[in-house]
Structure formats: C-alpha cells, structure tokens
C-alpha cells in the first residue's frame, strides 16, 4: 500500500482515489478514521499536484513567451523539489531509514502525510494560480507581473518564494525586450512592449516601473532606434551599450529604487552622448526662436495679421447664405495661416509650414460673440471654488489649438508635455491680444462716431434740454469704460511681452550662449558638466570608457544635454508663473475681463459703432412724459452694468496679484484639482528644475526673481494710485441717480 501511496503522489493514478482525493467506498471498512484521513490529505496533495502538472503543460504551448517561461520555471520547481521529495521518500523506505520505517517494519501514514505536509498551501496557492492563468489567454507582461508580485507579498515564505521566482522568469523575458529596445533600439515582432513611434502598448508595462522611468525607456529606445534607423555617421558605442546591458541584467523590475537608477543612468549617458554627436546647439536655437515668435507671439505682424484673417474668416463664413462654405474647418484656419504670413517677415519662413491648427471638437460653424448678462461673469470667482478657466476659446468662439510637428532629432529634445506648454501660452497670449485689438477698434470707431456727430451738434451732443445731460452722462461713461479697458490691456500687454516674455528669451539665449555656458553649469549643482577630454579616457571611437564619467566633445562649451533641458524647463516654468497661469484665482479673473471687453465691443458694432443713439432714430429723445429717451435709457443699464462689473473685476484682480507677492499661489504650487494640467505639468517641471530648486528640493532664491515680474504688474497697475489710494462714493452712482430722478 504504501508503494501505491508514493506512486499517486508522484502523478500516477490509482485504484484508491477513483476520481479525486476521496478513498475509494470499498476501502473505508478496512480502514482506522486516522487512517482515511490521512489518506485523503495525501490524496488532496496528489490531485492538486496532477491538476498543476497538467495545467503547466498545457501553459507551456501559450503564443505567450511570458507564459511560456512561467510554466517552464514552474516545471523547474516541480522536478527539483517535488518529484525529488518523492524518491527521497521512496529511498528511505527501501533503506528501512529510522526516521520513516518504525521498527525497520512498518511505514505509519502519518510519516507520510508529514514529509509532505510542507506542500500543502504551496500547491493552494499554486493551484489558484494555474487557474487564473488558464482561465485568460491573453495574458500581457504588466498584470502578469503585477499578479505575481502580488501574490508574493504573502507571509508564508513557502508561497512567497515560489512566486517571487516565477515572477523574476517573467521579469527576465520582460528584461530582456527591455534590452533590446534600450541597447539595439530594435522592437520584437512578438509580443513588443511599444509600437514603432516607441508608445507603450497597453498592459505591457507592470505598475512597480514608474511613470519617469517609463518616459525614459520611450525616450532612450525612440534615440537609439532613430539613430540606427538614420544610418548616422556615428553610432553609439559598444562599450556603453555592455555596460548598459550589464546593469540592467543586475537589477530586477520590482526594486523600483534601484531599477529606476539604472533607467536614468542610462538616460543620462544616451542624452550626452546625443547631444554631442546628434543634436547640436544650432538646431536648439534654431527651434527656440522659432517657438517664440510664433506661439510667444514676439513676431507682432504676423500675430495681428494671423487675428485679422481668422476675424474675416469668420465673418466670410456668417454672411454665406447656404452650402459647406458655411463650416469653418481645420484646412480652412491652415491656409489662413499662410495668408497671414504675407506681406510679413514670415512670407518666407519654411518653419511655418511645420505649425497647424487643431479644432479639438471638429469643424464648426461660426457664431456672433454672445451679449449674456455681464454680472454672470464674475459669479464664479471666488479663492476656494475657482474651476479650472482656459483662454483657447477666445480666438474663435471654440477650443482652438496651435501645434508644432517635430521632426528629429528635435523630438528628443522637445517633450510633449512643453509642446503643451507652448500651446496654453499661445492661447492666452493671443487672447489677450485679440481683446487688445477688438478694444482698438473700438476706440477708433467711436471716435469716427463723435467726429461726425460733432458736425452737427457742435461742442454739444444734441437732444432736447430734457435728455441733454443723459446723453452726455452715458457718452462719458462709454468713453471711459473703454479708455480703462484699454489701459488695463496696455498694462497687462506690455507687462506680459516686455517684462516677462522678453526678458525671459534674452535670459534663455544667453545661457545658451558660449560665455554663459559655464557659468550656468556651476549654478547648477545636480547637472554634469565636465572638462575637455582626456585622450587616455578616449576609445576607439572618441568615447569615454564605461563607468567613466561622460566627456564633452569640443565645440559644445560645457553645456550638457541635462543643463539644457533644465534650462528650457526653468524658461517655461518661469514664463507659466510671469504669464499668471499657475494662479487659478487671477485666471478665473482675466477670463471675464476678456469676455467683458468683447462684449462692450460687440455692444458698440451692434449700436452702429456708437454709445449714443442717433438724434433721428425713433427713441433717441425723451417723449411727452419721459424724461429721457428710451434708447438711452436702455443703453445706459447696458454700459452702467458692464462699467459696475469691470471694475469689481478690476479690484479682484489686483487685490490677488497683491496678495500672491506674500504666497505661493504664483510660484507653480496651485491646487491640482484646479487646474489639472498646467498644475501637473509645473509640478513635474519644479521637481526636475535645479535652477528653481536647491538640492533639498526647497525653493531657492531665484523664486525672488519671479516676485519681482508680479511687483513690476502692480507698478504699472498702481502707477497713479489707481487702487492703492480711497475712492469715495462712485460718480457713476450720481450719474445714475441724476437718470433716474428726471
């Protein structure tokens, strides 16, 4: 009997457990209780061990090649610690060992059941496993691992060993594509973890690998593989490349620390070695300038005349009567980009032709600027309750965004994530603007309106003794409420493009600059910056050796390829904060600032391009028992409303840009939840910017330079005590009494 015990537990079947591990009916009589139920236990392990060996084999023939090393590794375990117990087993018994045999005649069941009782929640969980895995047969690297990993986490040391070596097969497959990618730039044809533009594929990436170690495994196989796929002059050298895989080959995934070590060492040595023999500075250059003028708006002609062709675009598009000319469409906004570089200095830059427009929602047809209640605007603003407020839909009535295509080897230096950027600054900047603009044109309308006017009434503004001071009460409040829009948007224009956006690129280009480029690398502690090349360090192809510390070629001026980009990240961080986008409080302000001036504008173009009614039209003059006329009256609410909530914008404004100069709302650390991008985005910049922050992650002094941009505003603002001195009782409120008492 207890050879037919040690045969079932090797995998066989027997006449004792006709179907699982209950004892077969004909056997229990001649059994003790203790005796069938040891029987059982050994049968319970026997089944579980046949069910796993069997799902194993089945694993083994997976399309999977993580599968496929799992049920190998499984296998492995099986043969040497299972199947080995038993013929240790079945060797003591044949040997009579003491510790087995009872009184070299008798083998208890007991002993048995306790030599392998050891087995007992290994096969469990085992068993759980085999058949979640046989129950998908999709299975991708990431859940897998995550599963793995999981079920490792567990304090039976058993269990956790057994799938701690099950999930370091898997990760070694993973590893080795990870390999390839990262050290052959080469993506398999089975089961690949990205696409050909170096995307992650879904569920191939397992959560421990974190999200700044997964841009740079895009980063570094997208290099590498672009460079081999360009047949460059010079490739990347082969000592680099061991020294890589051999690191690699050392840590495992699940050690986030040290695997993410690994990842941005080899990060760091591909960006230098690129900057040195791929991407130069005059290509940098080239992309910032152009990145400037046109999403930074520092090309003025052609911004203005970009605003004006999408202006007549939209007004071609009203006044077509019927057909598909009615819909505004992306093709149509691109070829007013070109239109709008005529006649400019970007008639004939080549670079345009890389920027499009992108309608987010699809084509549209275009809509008259809407006259809501003014009052509704400024009902959202408030310090706790502040949504998140976007310009992009200003320009054109919808989202409207610019982008940039990117061709190599610039993709490797410009990210995604600052191509956004430069798209948000574009959005406001030209908002700002286009409301500039409108509120010009404005301006000059009414002035065309009093000159013509003035020929007829002289230094009056004509009407009837009744309804003469009404009409010159609203002429004057009309004429104000924009002369202060206008000098806001003065301000805050000049304020944007001289003090911040100017200052900004100039500070950028002379750190880009040859006399600059040492000194910025010594302000920057965490970068590397190295001396001219020792020829011993060099090898065969003017590369240091592996371990060594990178070298720069001659003719890059100390500036590494990590100093540059957190030099870029430093440039768009401080123009977010200088442009006041990380401050949701003072965006949720300017937003209905802007809609308020288009407003009045629109007002104006519906009244004929005039705050009075003509002296002709029917209600422009008081009747029998009106004091004044009609028209006036309706139009004094109109502009006495607009007038009352500009300027309690106005104090929100400079009220938060006062308090903003004592906190740190303006220094990139909004609530998230605010203002999910640009947040997110300012807070991925800070952590990785040196020149913002110190070693210990606190801010450091150049934070007071940024205060400075903000005390510059409230300057301009405040150059005539405007807010900072009291104000008594409005006059306007006089005005309006005075109205309403004739």
Known sequence: MIAEVLLVLAGHSSSLFPTDHTVHPSFEHLLHPGEQQCLESIGLI???????????????????????ALASTLNQILKKEYETLVVETEDKVLRRDSTLVASGSFVPLSSIRATFAEWDAPFAAL???????????????????????????????????????????????????????????????????????????????????????????AYVGKAIGKVKAAKWRTQFPQNLATDHARQLEMVHVEDQYAFDKVITEIRTNVSEWFWMNVLTIKDVETSVDLLANYFLIRNGEFNLSLIREIERLKISRLTSRTGPSTMIREQDLNLALLRASLGTTAQYDTSLSRLRFQLPSGSLRPLLPSLSDPRSLAAPISGDNTMETTFDDIVLGIALNLLYTVEWPLDMFLQPTDLQIYGTLFAFLSSLRKTHTRMHTCWTALSNAQ??????????EGGTAEDFAARQALLRCGWGLVREMNWFLDNLLSYVMTDVIDSEFRRLKKQLSPEDARVQSSENPGSQTTDPPDPKALGPAGHAEPGAEPVMAPGTRNLDFTTLQNIHNTYLERLLTGCLLTNPVLTATLR?????????????????????????????????????????RERWFVVSEINETFHSLLDTFYEQLTQSTSQQTFAGRADASKSSFLNSTIHNISAYTPGMRTKDGRRSDKIGEMRRHIERLLLRLDFNEEFSRPRGAKAGEDILRAVKSD
């Open 46 to 68: 026997a089944s579980r061990y046949r069910k796993i060996k069997n799902a194993s084999a089945i694993l083994s023939r997976s399309s999977s090649r993580y599968v496929c």
């Open 127 to 217: 068993e759980t496993l085999v058949d979640d895995l046989c129950a998908n047969e999709d299975w991708k690297p990431g859940p897998l691992i995550d599963m793995l990993t999981l079920r490792s986490s567990t304090g039976i040391h058993r269990i956790a060993n057994i799938m701690s070596r099950l999930s370091l097969a898997v990760q070694r497959v993973w590893k080795a594509q990870l390999t390839s990618l990262l050290i052959h730039g080469s993506i398999s044809d089975t089961d690949p973890l990205v696409s050909k533009d170096c995307v992650f594929l879904d569920r191939c990436i397992p959560s421990c690998v974190s999200a700044q170690s997964r841009n740079s495994i």
């Open 451 to 460: 000159r013509a006017r003035r020929r007829w009434t002289g230094l009056g």
């Open 592 to 632: 209905p600032i802007f809609g308020l001036c288009e407003q009045l504008v629109a007002q104006v173009e519906r009244w004929g391009g005039d705050v009075l009614p003509a002296l002709l039209s029917e209600g422009s003059l008081a009747g029998r028992a009106e004091g004044v006329g009609k028209m006036v």
